[in-house]
T-cell receptor, first 112, second 115 residues
Framework: ELKVEQNPLFLSMQEGKNYTIYCNYS?????LYWYRQDPGKSLESLFV?????AVKQEGRLMASLDTKARLSTLHITAAVHDLSATYFC????????????FGSGTKLNVKP | GAGVSQTPSNKVTEKGKYVELRCDPI?????LYWYRQSLGQGPEFLIY????????DSGLPNDRFFAVRPEGSVSTLKIQRTERGDSAVYLC?????????????FGQGTRLTVV
């Protein structure tokens, strides 16, 4: 079974700082998704990464995928309070991409 | 509608009862997924439909759980003889095509509490 590990699980940071969330997975895949979840809400799609070396950016968030290292990163630049949420990575199973395995999530708190 | 719609948003039931959870996917989306999310955890895969058929039901925990999508649109997740361990948020998602290239859009979920 594919295992997905995120770290850190909790992250408290000041506004204006930079930080990176890591997502490691255990078997071959080139389908990696990042989602955001606000408390009591559903998951909002942030990024879809579909190949080795893929990099996508939206505002203060940038996601990348290294399929050889089985690693994806979500980099936060100059954090603002509105980014406070839980961030999940999800990995698509090779040859069965409709079965996503999610990490446990990283709960981000950006302090004003 | 504009997004994935799930009803009810909350359901409290007694242990041993039967429940049905409904999902209305985004119009035109052929792929539909059910996930279950326990408190503080990431969602866990339950079942995936492509059209009317269950293409992968390997995540259903046991035979008390069953899901249908008879006309390739609305789906119902059915849980028989509910147990307290079934308490969780049940999330439905849909995507345009079940190819892994297109993102899945999630509904707001149904919070199921078994007492």
């Amino acid at each position: 079974e594919l295992k997905v590990e995120q770290n850190p699980l909790f992250l408290s940071m000041q506004e204006g700082k930079n930080y990176t969330i890591y997502c490691n997975y255990s078997t071959t895949s080139d389908r990696l998704y990042w989602y955001r979840q606000d408390p009591g809400k559903s998951l909002e799609s942030l990024f879809v990464l579909l190949s080795n070396g893929a990099v996508k950016q939206e505002g203060r968030l940038m996601a990348s995928l290294d399929t050889k290292a089985r690693l994806s990163t979500l980099h936060i630049t100059a954090a603002v309070h509105d980014l406070s949420a839980t961030y999940f990575c999800a990995v698509g199973v090779l040859y069965n991409f409709n079965k996503f395995y999610f990490g446990s999530g990283t709960k981000l708190n950006v302090k004003p | 509608g504009a997004g994935v719609s799930q009803t009810p948003s909350n359901k409290v039931t007694e242990k041993g009862k039967y429940v049905e959870l409904r999902c209305d996917p985004i119009s035109g989306h052929t792929a539909l997924y059910w996930y279950r999310q326990s408190l503080g955890q990431g969602p866990e895969f339950l079942i995936y439909f492509q059209g009317t058929g269950a293409a992968d039901d390997s995540g259903l925990p046991n035979d008390r759980f069953f899901a249908v999508r008879p006309e390739g649109s609305v789906s119902t997740l059915k849980i028989q003889r509910t147990e307290r361990g079934d308490s969780a948020v049940y999330l439905c998602a849909s995507s345009l095509m079940g190819d892994g290239y297109t993102e899945a859009f999630f509904g707001q979920g149904t919070r199921l509490t078994v007492v």
